[in-house]
């Protein structure tokens, strides 16, 4: 039985290679890692894809990365059958960094968008070129006064940064959590929560993702549409740029 993967990318947004021995090797050709900066698929947000550096120069190219049985295992899964590492191989990790970059920048665009919208959410999905969010709520609302809003925030450039409370801590302080169906990662003893502003000003929240550090690292976003999907339920939809211009 392999150790619990140091998930690297928890500590360190930003750091995109790194250098990992194999701890096991798949039947279905996943590869478990000793170390890992490549983020697992969870709570919305993709895993990273990138590849695997081999001693001779070769590579194995990665599909999106995702959780084994528990949180505490990470499977590196090639986009290729092939040669596959050996237990004990030294690699060297290369992350998609303009990918993950973008995913960054757009999720901590979502935590933002639960500012302008402090209504409980029911679900979520961050995207590359655009993500979303559904909230619990009945409420009109102008999308285009959502979006000023929200380039408000970015403008600001509030610093963000994780601050870690227990497991025992958050089971005590249930009201922080603003998600209704997901629950944030609980069982590896500590549980990071993404701070926006000086002193959490602007917001606290439970999240596992990935973040940029300054709010202006966001860059030009807006609400290309308001959905409603039931009677207390509504859908939005950021995308990267400006919105186009009224015809």
Same mark, same amino acid.
């Given at each position: ?8 990318? %928890? ?13 096991a ?6 590869i478990?890692? /000793?170390q890992? &900066?490549?983020?697992?698929?969870? +709570?919305? =947000?993709?895993? /990273?894809? +990138? ?14 990365t ?8 990470? !499977? ?8 596959l ?13 303009? $990918? $993950?970059? $973008? ?6 665009? &979502?935590?933002?968008?639960s500012?302008? &919208? ?13 993500? $979303? ?15 000023? %809003? ?12 994780? =601050?870690? !409370? ?10 922080i959590?603003?998600s ?6 609980? @069982?590896? @003893?500590?549980?990071?929560?993404? &701070?926006? @502003?000086?002193? *959490?000003?602007?917001? *606290?929240?439970p ?5 940029? *550090? ?16 039931g009677?207390?339920?509504? %859908?939005?939809? !950021?995308?990267? @740029? *400006? ?5």
């Open positions: 039985m392999t150790k619990p993967v140091a998930a690297l990318f %928890r500590d360190d947004f930003y750091l995109s290679t790194a250098e990992a021995v194999v701890t090797v798949h039947e279905d050709g996943g478990e890692l /000793d890992t &900066c490549f983020y697992a698929t969870s +709570g919305g =947000q993709p895993g /990273d894809t +990138g590849f695997l550096e081999r001693a001779d120069g070769s590579r194995i190219v990665l599909g999106p995702a959780h084994g049985p528990t949180k505490d295992i990470i !499977i590196h899964r090639p986009l290729e059958s092939g040669l590492p050996s237990v004990g191989e030294k690699l060297v990790l290369h992350v998609d960094w303009p $990918r $993950r970059y $973008r995913l960054m920048r757009m999720h901590t665009a &979502c935590h933002l968008l500012v302008v &919208c402090p209504f409980p959410i029911t679900g979520a999905a961050v995207g590359e070129e655009e993500s $979303r969010v559904d909230f619990d709520m009945s409420e009109t609302i102008d999308r285009d006064e959502v979006t000023a %809003r929200l380039m408000q925030l970015v403008d600001e450039n509030h610093p963000v940064y994780v =601050q870690w !409370i227990t497991d025992e801590e958050l089971a005590a302080n249930p009201g959590v603003k209704k169906n997901v629950r944030p990662p609980m @069982g590896l @003893g500590r549980v990071s929560l993404v &701070c926006i @502003g000086e002193n *959490s000003a602007i917001d *606290s929240q999240c596992g993702g990935t973040h940029v *550090s300054e709010t202006q690292e966001v860059g030009a976003i807006h609400i290309s549409k308001i959905e409603k999907k009677k207390e339920n509504r %859908r939005f939809r !950021i995308k990267f @740029g *400006s919105p186009d211009p009224a015809p």
